[in-house]
C-alpha cells in the first residue's frame, strides 16, 4: 500500500473533518471491532492484560496489545507496570474513557434488540 504524502489534501480533509465532526472524532478515538470490546470489559475496572486477554479469546495478542497501546496513547486507558518479578500491569480507564460507560452500553443496548428483530444476522458474526 501506498503511504499518502502528509501535504496531500487527503491529510489536510481529514483534519478538517475530525475537527469539525463529532461522530467522526469518536470513531477515530474507538471505532473498529476490538476497541469499544476492550472498553467494555474494562468498564468494570482495571484489568490485567491475561484478564482482558480472557475476557476476548478471538482476539489476537498483536491486535490486542496494538489496540491497548492506541487507546493509551487516545488517553481513554491508563497503563501501569509495576516494578515486580514478572512484571504486574494493569488498565485503568481514564476519566474520558469511564465518560463513554453510556455510550457502550446504549451500543449493547441497541445490539441486544436488534438481535432479537434480526436473529439470522447473528449468524458468523465474529
Same mark, same amino acid.
Given at each position: ?49 491475561? &484478564?482482558?486477554? @480472557? =475476557? ?6 498483536? !491486535?490486542?496489545?496494538?489496540?491497548? %497501546?492506541?487507546? $493509551? ?21 481514564? &476519566?474520558?474513557? @469511564? =465518560? ?6 446504549? !451500543?449493547?443496548?441497541?445490539?441486544? %434488540?436488534?438481535? $432479537? ?10
Amino acid at each position: 500500500m501506498t503511504k499518502v504524502k502528509e501535504s496531500s489534501t487527503y491529510h489536510a480533509n481529514r483534519d478538517i473533518v475530525l475537527k469539525t465532526c463529532p461522530v467522526t472524532y469518536v470513531m477515530n478515538k474507538i471505532g473498529g471491532h476490538w476497541k469499544p470490546i476492550i472498553l467494555y470489559h474494562l468498564l468494570s475496572g482495571s484489568k490485567r492484560y491475561s &484478564e482482558i486477554k @480472557r =475476557e476476548m479469546p478471538h482476539i489476537t495478542e498483536k !491486535m490486542l496489545i496494538q489496540h491497548l %497501546k492506541q487507546l $493509551e496513547a487516545d488517553r481513554l486507558l491508563i497503563r501501569e507496570a509495576k516494578p515486580v518479578v514478572p512484571p504486574y500491569v494493569t488498565y485503568t480507564l481514564t &476519566e474520558s474513557g @469511564r =465518560e463513554l460507560d453510556a455510550v457502550i452500553k446504549e !451500543m449493547a443496548k441497541w445490539a441486544i %434488540k436488534d438481535m $432479537e428483530r434480526n436473529p439470522e444476522a447473528n449468524v458468523g458474526a465474529l
